[in-house]
């Protein structure tokens, strides 16, 4: 195969297609990055040197002339590598006529418009409202009849800005956190969405689609805390997805309504007594570790079908002749740090590596390394993966890890000036 391949923001997760595009195809890659005001924590998964070339993202027109000069004319194929990047991805795909997705680009990041979208299609939704201000946001909530609701940016991702509000003067204080900040894609937030919180266990889907034909690659189901009213991650355990034929079927029509046609998607739903419900969907393959536990633990590689359904589309079809099965049980442990500060001593390796189930963690912080206050996905301060056959092993294993997090065994954060606790 000739041509290159054009990885929109190869940021997370993402960042791995550049390399696997070479050694599965033999293709080169470009990187098309798209914003200057991401945070590190999301852009330091990129490799510029695995990558012939980069563009920065200016206007479609501008853009795909800069990546066709350095590709000698049309690109092979286009991928989106991280959230930041769907708008972009939608639109070069569109003018290069590769495989683009149909109806709104906004409505695959705006998650009022996605509700609208699920609303218009007859599908189950959440009961939303859009606000500007913050009188029109306890307004909506004081008419709503509801007692428990989610305040967040209209685009947000990785769990960035999530409220849980129980009260008006809750709603109140989420909306002045958020009005007029930056979310992590840089841009100020002038708008949040302010709809009822379901109540049920909350699963991930992740899928790959051609043609408008979905696949469903893996599910995960999600443990989380309620820290200070936000929603924080602990840990994401791997669910055959056979066991869930429901929320399968929900999301490929939900897939349908959003017009992801083609390639990868990430979705969070909350399994309700009435049925499964969309969270949001990512118009992109799901970000941090999820790709590598699906490496670990299924038939199906995430990765590589998330790149043939973009670059060998018969690749892809043969790759997906059978369902995907788990041949072992595997989760993610979300780490967690109740103060911002520097680290004194780092015990994460030490501490779990022994366990039966241990696989990997992402913890590399030396002493004097700063971390935040774990409020989000992105300030988590890293990941232990567990893999094992036997599922009551994995258990007793993820049990330990989080208990040692939570007694503050596995790293000293100490608090400094730059924490506002000296």
Same mark, same amino acid.
């Given at each position: 195969m000739t041509g290159k391949l054009v990885v !929109? %923001?190869?940021f997370s997760s993402g960042g791995v297609f550049a390399r696997r595009a070479r050694e599965l195809y033999g293709l080169d890659a470009v990187a098309v990055l798209t914003s200057d005001l991401l945070p590190t924590a999301l852009t330091a998964s990129y490799v510029p040197e695995d990558f012939v070339g980069e563009v920065r993202f200016v206007s479609v027109a501008e853009t795909a002339a800069a990546v066709e000069a350095l590709c000698g004319g049309r690109p092979e194929a286009v991928i989106c590598g991280s959230e930041p990047g769907v708008e972009a991805f939608d639109a070069l795909a569109a003018h290069w006529g590769l495989r683009p997705n149909s109806g709104s680009s906004l409505a695959r990041r705006d998650k009022f418009l996605m509700q609208h979208r699920l609303r218009d299609a007859g599908l189950r939704h959440i009961s939303h409202h859009k606000a500007a201000d913050l009188d029109s946001a306890l307004k909506w909530c004081a008419g709503s009849g509801l007692t428990q609701f989610v305040v967040k940016p209209v685009k947000s991702f990785a769990t960035d800005g999530v409220f849980f509000c129980s009260t008006p003067d809750e709603v109140r204080a989420a909306c002045q956190n958020l009005f007029r900040r930056a979310d992590f894609s840089g841009e100020d937030i002038t708008e949040v969405l302010v709809q009822e919180r379901v109540i049920g266990p909350e699963f991930v889907v992740d899928s790959v689609s051609l043609d408008g034909d979905h696949f469903v690659v893996d599910m995960f189901r999600y443990t989380k805390e309620n820290v200070e009213g936000n929603p924080v991650y602990r840990a994401m355990k791997g669910v055959d997805v @056979? @066991?869930?034929p429901d929320l399968v079927a929900y999301v490929e029509k939900a897939l349908t309504a959003l017009g992801i046609e083609n390639g990868p998607a990430h979705s969070e739903l909350i399994l309700t007594e009435d049925g499964p419900v969309l969270i949001e969907t990512g118009a992109r393959m799901h970000g941090g570790q999820g790709p590598n536990l699906v490496e670990a633990a299924s038939s199906?590689? &995430?990765? %590589? #079908? @998330? #790149? @043939? $359904?973009r670059v060998q589309p018969d690749d892809f079809l043969s790759r997906t002749g059978t369902r995907p099965v788990l041949h072992k049980s595997v989760v993610e442990?979300? &780490?967690?740090s109740p !103060? $911002?500060? !520097? /680290?004194? /001593?780092?015990? !994460?390796r030490e501490s779990c590596q022994a366990l039966d189930s241990y696989l990997f963690d992402t913890c590399d912080q030396v002493p004097g390394a700063r971390i935040e206050k774990t409020t989000d996905l992105i300030t988590s301060y890293g990941r232990v993966v567990l893999a094992h056959s036997d599922a009551q092993v994995l258990a007793r294993d993820m049990e330990h890890v989080l208990d040692l997090d939570r007694r503050g065994v596995l790293i000293d954060v100490r608090p400094d000036a730059q924490s506002g606790n000296p």
């Open positions: !929109v %923001d190869p @056979a @066991a869930h199906h590689s &995430l990765i %590589d #079908l @998330a #790149l @043939a $359904a442990c979300f &780490l967690f !103060v $911002a500060g !520097v /680290v004194g /001593v780092n015990r !994460v």
